[in-house]
Each structure stands twice: as C-alpha cells, then as structure tokens.
C-alpha cells in the first residue's frame, strides 16, 4: 500500500504519465470540462477538497514550468492569486479571460475536479521536466 503522496490511483496514474510541455487543469466543482478531456473527479461536497490542498499535493509531484489563470482572479479571488503566487514564485505564467481558458481546457491532458466553491479557482499548468536542462 502506497503510504504518501497522491493515493487516488487514477490522479497518481495521470500524473505519472505526463510529459514535457502537457497541459493539466486543476479546477473548481464547477468548471466545465470538455467532452473527451478524462476527469479525476475529487469533489465529495462543497469545499472538499480545497483547491489549496489539491494544489499543494499535485506540487509535491509534479514539475511546473508554466502556468495559466483568468484574470478575473485578480478582481474575484485576490488572496487565492497570492496563493498560486507564493507556491509558484518563480514559474512563467499568462493571464487570460476566463472564456478563453475555458476554450483552451480542451487541450489538457487531464482535468481535476476539486470542491472548490471559491471565484475562479482554475489553472491550467504545463509539466516542465524534474533534471536539469
């Protein structure tokens, strides 16, 4: 039995098959997800899990080397923004309408769904590679 880190097989299984360069979400309980884009469904009520304790568990795993938000978060979800902020601090990233990252959601590799009831709680993150280059 694995004893730490990610124990849903299927979020383990996912991350562990990324590569350079794919794309992966990490969403709020309602964000939609495009038809034929696998969903690793968390969400067990409102607020369960947190968006933070998703994140926090998917960093410990996985390489970031760029990042993408709406910019509503700016306006909707300040301390949320300070939050990707502290645990990405040194990661490239783009701001974009929350329509638009909707539309680029199909592009993602996997989607995960957290109970996260907070303003736009979404991100579609770029796997980097864990050596140096």
Do not use: W
């Amino acid at each position: 039995m694995k004893k730490k880190g990610i124990l849903n097989a299927q979020l383990a299984g996912y991350i562990a098959a990324l590569g350079h360069k794919d794309l992966f979400l990490i969403g709020d309980a309602g964000m939609p997800v495009p038809k034929g884009v696998p969903i690793v469904d968390l969400a067990l009520c409102e607020g369960v899990p947190t968006f933070r304790q998703t994140m926090d568990a998917v960093l410990e795993e996985t390489e970031v080397e760029f990042y993408t938000i709406a910019e509503e978060i700016q306006e909707k979800n300040p301390a949320l923004l300070a939050y990707i902020r502290e645990k990405l601090p040194k990661t490239p990233s783009e701001m974009i309408p929350h329509p638009a990252l909707k539309e680029m959601s199909a592009t993602v590799k996997f989607a995960i769904r957290t109970g996260e009831f907070t303003p736009y709680p979404n991100i579609i993150l770029r796997a980097g590679v864990a050596f140096p280059a």
